[in-house]
């Protein structure tokens, strides 16, 4: 799997040996989670064919649509 690493060296980079293990820790996780490299990876670690992406996409695209109708947009 083919995982765009430059955020990952650039919290390395950026960390000192001065910085408590924990605060490097914590800074870590976070920009992984700001960066979305976990949704991306979740998303694909089974193959999913078209037809199924496209329906899925389809459905979320009717369920946004009745909520919004439902809220009176």
Same mark, same amino acid.
């Given at each position: 799997?083919?995982?765009?690493?430059?955020?990952?060296?650039?919290?390395?980079?950026?960390?000192?040996?001065?910085?408590?293990?924990?605060?490097?820790?914590?800074?870590?996780?976070? /920009?992984?989670?700001?960066?979305?490299?976990?949704?991306?990876?979740?998303?694909?670690?089974?193959? /999913?064919?078209?037809?199924?992406?496209?329906?899925?996409?389809?459905?979320?695209?009717?369920?946004?649509?009745?909520?919004?109708?439902?809220?009176?947009?």
């Amino acid at each position: 799997m083919m995982v765009e690493m430059s955020s990952i060296s650039k919290t390395k980079e950026n960390s000192t040996q001065a910085a408590p293990v924990e605060v490097v820790l914590r800074r870590f996780f976070r /920009e992984i989670q700001q960066s979305e490299l976990m949704t991306e990876i979740k998303k694909r670690r089974y193959f /999913e064919k078209k037809v199924s992406r496209t329906r899925r996409r389809q459905s979320a695209l009717s369920r946004a649509a009745r909520r919004k109708e439902k809220r009176g947009w």
